[in-house]
């Protein structure tokens, strides 16, 4: 953790003249977008799966018709249809999962007072007014929500929720756009088909609000790894609109961005 704390320091030094007090904070979000470049071939190769998956629809229908009821034959099939066609179903977990050990690093480093045994002189810097080392909960305690600190936090809160919106309606359209008519009937189905179908059904009413829940994150975190969070949100919803723009129900949100 001193390595990556002696990285943010350099950094913050570097960007200095620029950007004065809140050079750390700069740090962090240049820090952020330089994971984002590292991960962007895995976020194409999740989007270049997505489009195959999708185009496997047709196919994996008629491999449930053909198999009817014989869930192993029709897992089996599927699976052998995923590895011909080279496709991942877990292809689109990635991204996130290699983002996970760096917001961790970012938390810990803003959340410890000693670093090797020596003080922590990263706390000292702040965005603006805010210290990155605390909480939306310290800034409401020192001058409240209108405070200096507090208006930070509003200014973070103002950005995710655009981003949150932005999302939402994307994936509205997205899943409208993927669902066929008549998709919801049960017709020919098992109990436990029906019973998979509703549960998914439940999923996709709650896809749409998941980007509402980075204020959370955003309000109980150190800012540093709110900072993260902001930017890694933001470069997300850029980065799908353009990667996904060719996918049904894409293209109105997309335009929003362009």
Known sequence: MSVFAHLVEHLADVLQPL?????AAAAIVLFTALVRLLVHPLSRASARGQRARAALQPRIAELKKEHGKDRE??????MELHAEEKVSPLSGCLPSLFQMPAFFLLYHLFSSSTIGGEANTLLGHKLFAAPLGGRWADALGDGGL?????????????VVTAVAAFNYVRTKRMTAAATPAGQSDNEGRSESEQAAASALASVGK?????SFFTLFTVAVVPLAAA??????????????AVLYRDMPGAAPAAAVLA
Request: proline share 5%.
């Open 227 to 240: 900072l993260y969070v902001v930017t890694s949100a933001t470069w997300s919803a850029v980065e799908r």
């Open 73 to 78: 034959k029709f897992q089996k099939a599927l």
């Open 146 to 158: 209108f405070g200096p600190a507090g208006l930070v936090y509003l200014g973070l809160f103002a």
């Open 206 to 210: 709650i896809m749409p609000f998941m």
């Open 19 to 23: 950007f004065h007090t809140s050079a």
